[in-house]
């Protein structure tokens, strides 16, 4: 299991004590950045710059990544290894979104909220809109069929 450390200033946690939403996207954003670092540390199993014979690969780098999650749209910095043999276990390949906030845009829709209404809240609470093929998305979840009514 991947652990890391997150380590935040005084003018963080002011932040975060006010109430300030993005305070929030800025921890989730620099917790899960010190966590992908941690993640290829564990793959490679060396630290930056250090030397083990038990090491895997060597460090490439990063490259830029941006994920819409319920606190916000964060910036995140997702390591790259020499060998191209890293993948992280947060999130799948191409996602954009978190998986938790696409289902409850598509759980929203099934309870008969307009889709303009759902593209308002989520303008509101995350500062970013889904496109109207993501709210009306088939879920992958296989449903159960509806009971008849036999008389």
Known sequence: ????????DADQIQDLLSGDTNGMRLLVQQAVNQFLQAELSEHLHADPGERTGERRG????????RITTRVGTIE??????RDGTFRT?????????????VLALMDMVVHGVATRKVATITETLCGHSFSKSTTLATP?????PLPTNSR
């Open 76 to 81: 995140l910095e997702v390591p790259r290894d």
């Open 140 to 144: 992958s979840i296989s449903l159960l």
């Open 1 to 8: 299991m991947t652990r890391a450390q997150i380590n935040l």
């Open 89 to 101: 276990e947060l999130f799948e390949r191409f996602q954009r979104s978190e998986r938790a906030l």
């Open 58 to 65: 060597y460090r490439n780098g990063t490259y830029a990544r």
